[in-house]
Nanobody, 121 residues
Framework: QVQVVESGGGLVQPGGSLRLSCAAS????????VSWYQQRPGKQRELVAI???????DYADSVKGRFTVSRGSAKNTVSLQMNSLNPDDTAVYYC???????????????WGQGTQVTVAS
């Protein structure tokens, strides 16, 4: 089984920065992709950034140039650097990991519990 845990959320002023981390633990044999989703109050979850197994990345238009997704220094971790934050970025941010828990390489998808990001003065 794979466990996914996000960290790094909090309260930040408009124009500020935060760095979120996503850690996958347990029986992780291979990670195919890691995505970050945001869920604003009363809204559906929306994809904001993704990094694949080759290091390729993609972003929602709303965050391009402001957010950067990258592999963390620790194994099976991914970071989301968020700059120039504005109140519209206020949301719960979820990490979504596509991974194979064993040598069969069958992919399963796992959600973290989410971390709150609040942008307010």
């Amino acid at each position: 089984q794979v466990q996914v845990v996000e960290s790094g959320g909090g309260l930040v002023q408009p124009g500020g920065s935060l760095r979120l981390s996503c850690a996958a633990s347990g029986t992780v044999f291979k990670i195919y992709s890691v995505s970050w989703y945001q869920q604003r109050p009363g809204k559906q979850r929306e994809l904001v950034a993704i990094i694949d197994e080759d290091g390729g990345t993609d972003y929602a238009d709303s965050v391009k140039g402001r957010f950067t997704v990258s592999r963390g220094s620790a194994k099976n971790t991914v970071s989301l650097q968020m700059n120039s934050l504005n109140p519209d970025d206020t949301a719960v941010y979820y990490c979504y990991v596509g991974a194979a828990p064993d040598i069969t390489l069958r992919r399963y998808d796992y959600w973290g519990q989410g971390t709150q990001v609040t942008v307010a003065s």
